[in-house]
C-alpha cells in the first residue's frame, strides 16, 4: 500500500509563488508515473499536471501550461510543482496521486491519492 502526503499549501496574493511537496510514507513510488490534481469547492477535480517515472515525459493542463511545473527528486521518491504566477481560480485543494500505469492525465487511472493541501489564491 502506498501513502502519499503532500505539503507546501498556503494562502498567497495572485502573482505569488508557492511549492508542492508529494512524498510517500513507508512504501517507494520511485518507478511510479505521478500527477497532481485539484478540486475547487463545488466543482470536479481536474487534472493539473503528471510525471512519468524517469521524469522524462511530462503533462500539463492548458490552465497552467507555462506556469507551473512538476518535477522528481533525485531519488525520483518525492514529487514537487512549482507554482508560479497564480491566480484566484488556482484555489482549490490540491491532490498528488501515484499509478503504476504509464503517466496520464486521467484520474481514475491513478490508485494512490494522498489527503490534499489547500492553496488559496487572493486577488
Known amino acids: 500500500q502506498v501513502q502519499l502526503v503532500e505539503s507546501g499549501g498556503g494562502s498567497v496574493q495572485a502573482g505569488g509563488s508557492l511549492r508542492l511537496s508529494c512524498a510517500p510514507s513507508?512504501?517507494?513510488?520511485?518507478?511510479?508515473?505521478m500527477g497532481w490534481f485539484r478540486q475547487a469547492p463545488g466543482k470536479e477535480r481536474e487534472f493539473v499536471a503528471s510525471?512519468?517515472?524517469?521524469?522524462?515525459?511530462?503533462y500539463y493542463a492548458d490552465s497552467v501550461k507555462g506556469r507551473f511545473t512538476i518535477s522528481r527528486g533525485n531519488a525520483k521518491n518525492t514529487v514537487y510543482l512549482q507554482m508560479n504566477s497564480l491566480k484566484p481560480e488556482d484555489t482549490a485543494v490540491y491532490s498528488c496521486?501515484?499509478?503504476?500505469?504509464?503517466?496520464?492525465?486521467?484520474?481514475?487511472?491513478?490508485?494512490?491519492w494522498g489527503q490534499g493541501t489547500q492553496v488559496t489564491v487572493s486577488s
Open positions: 513507508g512504501r517507494t513510488v520511485g518507478t511510479y508515473a
Open positions: 496521486a501515484a499509478t503504476e500505469r504509464p503517466v496520464s492525465r486521467r484520474s481514475e487511472l491513478y490508485d494512490y
Open positions: 510525471i512519468n517515472w524517469g521524469g522524462g515525459v511530462t
